[in-house]
Structure formats: C-alpha cells, structure tokens
C-alpha cells in the first residue's frame, strides 16, 4: 500500500490533532510591548491523575522518502506534542481507530511538516514515531507519563506500508 505524503495542514490534520505554527491570530501583546502572546494553541490533556508531564527532547536521525512504516504507537491517555527545534522538515503518520480500537491502516494519512510546524496528537491516535527530513533534527516533546503501560501501546504492522512524496 503506498501512502502519498501531503503538505501538513490544519484542516486536515484536525482529526488527529493540533497543528501548532506561525500562522497564528488574535495574539495579545506581551512584555512591554516586545513580543506577542498566543494562548491555548494546542489542546493538551491526560486522564491519568498519577501521570506527570514529561518535557522531553528527542533527537532524531534523518530518513528519506520513500520511507516505509513498520509500527504505530499511541498514548491512549495523553496528548503527545512535538515541537521542532532544529528542523527543516519532518514526516507525520496518522490513522484513526477501527471498530475494535486497532488502527484503520485504509485510513493512515501522511503529512510533511515544514519549518514553524509542531504537532499535538490527540489522546489515542494511532501514529508512527517521529522521523526527521532532510537531516537530523531536534524536537520538544510533551506528554504526560507515570511509567506504566499505558504511556504508550505499540502495534508491528504485518506488512510495511511506502510513504512517497507529492
């Protein structure tokens, strides 16, 4: 199965989460007028009352595309965003649940993000891991973990699927 890999967008990512970028509005002026501020810019949750947040930096290789997606993870009780650092592009896979709560592989989008582009997963969406384009990279990430199982579920693919670019 060939997934082609699109440009990262609001609208189409709104399924799966928030796309934090430069594209804001409606900011508030801050520090005596030298910067502005932009509230609640990604939806962050935990059900877990025992997990705490976790701001992590995760450094990643480059890979090129085609790249061909091997597992999927989720956090079924935390948000999970990335925020670039140092990064010029990187890839993001997506699918939403099946009627059994697996992922729906016919569904699975792929997007690349660009520079000024972070991303927020909802609780429980099925996405692969984060893979850096173009060359490594440096990513800010956060989630809320307490060290158990539940901070993240895995699920081998049986069969790789191709992500291409446009």
């Not at 992590?56 to 009780?77: G, M, N, Q």
């Not at 984060?130 to 990279?137: C, Q």
């Amino acid at each position: 199965m060939l997934i082609q890999a699109r440009p990262l967008t609001r609208e189409a990512f709104a399924p799966f989460g928030d796309v934090i970028g430069l594209e804001l509005a409606g900011g508030s002026s801050a520090n005596q007028g030298t910067a502005t501020r932009y509230d609640r810019v990604a939806q962050l949750t935990s059900s877990r009352p025992g997990a705490q947040p976790n701001l992590a930096v995760f450094r990643s290789v480059a890979k090129a595309l085609p790249f061909e997606v091997r597992l999927l993870e989720r956090h079924p009780c935390s948000t999970q965003m990335f925020v670039p650092l140092a990064c010029r592009r990187f890839l993001v896979v997506v699918c939403p649940d099946d009627v059994r709560g697996e992922p729906e592989l016919s569904q699975l989008r792929a997007f690349v993000c660009g520079p000024g582009q972070g991303v927020n997963y909802r609780a429980s969406v099925w996405h692969h891991p984060i893979i850096a384009l173009d060359g490594p990279a440096d990513f800010l990430m956060l989630a809320w973990e307490e060290g158990s199982a539940l901070d993240c579920e895995e699920r081998p693919l049986s069969a790789p699927l191709l992500v291409t670019s446009d």
